[in-house]
């Protein structure tokens, strides 16, 4: 089984610029991928308002009984977010080295729009690799 599920990208108005799916479970269709990052999104940018403490980054981490939701958000807005099994560890810098990926293979790509959806091989191919290690790496634990 997979530690990872699906891994989606947000951009800083709340449109779904990338989805990722990793194993059969959790898998879900266009329009739930969608119907997700747009809640995600609105869930995020409420809790940064609600939070009693100055300089709330937003959630980033939810909890349940059979999956962990782990965010990270760039100081652009664009908010990236992994679906994995409970308890899996080190998220974070997976995230933080997925948004190096996306800096160095997406920003830079002279072809790539802005807020626009991502394809970019060069970052699904070193992307697939980062999430492969990382599996290699959970499994021998």
């Known amino acids: 089984m997979a530690a990872i599920y699906s891994l989606y990208i947000i951009n800083k108005s709340g449109g779904l610029i990338f989805c990722k799916d990793y194993g059969s ?22 809790s940064q308002q609600l939070s009693p403490v100055n300089g709330c980054v937003g959630i980033e981490l939810l909890q349940a009984d059979t999956f962990d939701l782990h965010c990270f958000q760039s ?4 908010k ?11 998220m974070e810098s997976l995230l933080k080295y997925i948004y190096e990926l996306y800096t160095d293979y997406v920003l830079k790509n002279p072809f790539y729009e802005m807020e626009m959806p991502i ?16 599996r290699v790496a959970l499994l021998g634990r």
């Not at 394809?119 to 990382?134: H, T």
């Open 25 to 46: 479970a959790g898998k879900m269709d266009t329009n739930d991928s969608l119907r997700l990052a747009s809640l995600w999104h609105s869930m995020h940018a409420i």
């Open 75 to 78: 100081l652009t807005g664009t």
């Open 80 to 90: 990236f977010f992994v679906v994995c099994e409970p308890g899996t560890l080190h």
């Open 119 to 134: 394809r970019c091989e060069l970052f699904d191919i070193n992307l697939s690799q980062a999430v492969q290690k990382d």
